[in-house]
């Protein structure tokens, strides 16, 4: 069974950067990406890649966040550029279809 593990969280000012990495057990050839989960709302789509390395964002993080991976290493990245205090909250790595790793605090103080 696939299992996921995350690093990389933090806390940081606002405007600073941190890059989030997720290592899957096991074969990774499937679609990962990330999702986060504000209080009191849904989990919501970060962004995802695809094993060709097609890659898809949330609006509201385009310009700012990059997802990579590593197929030999099985890992995913997410490199988070210009935080913003409402980008505080739990990022969860995923891999298609229904994998989901246990998340990782991300706080940006303004």
């Known amino acids: 069974q696939v299992q996921l593990v995350e690093s990389g969280g933090g806390l940081v000012q606002a405007g600073e950067s941190l890059r989030l990495s997720c290592a899957a057990s096991g074969s990774s050839i499937r679609t990962m990406g990330w999702y986060r989960q504000p209080p009191g709302k849904q989990r919501e789509l970060v962004a995802t890649?695809?094993?060709?390395?097609?890659?898809n964002y949330a609006s509201s993080v385009k310009d700012r966040f990059t997802i990579t991976r590593d197929n030999v290493k099985n890992t995913v990245y997410l490199q988070m550029n210009s935080l913003k205090p409402e980008d505080t909250v739990v990022y969860y790595c995923?891999?298609?279809?229904?994998?989901w790793g246990k998340g990782t605090q991300v706080t940006v103080s303004a």
């Open positions: 995923w891999r298609a279809v229904a994998v």
């Open positions: 890649i695809t094993n060709g390395g097609v890659t």
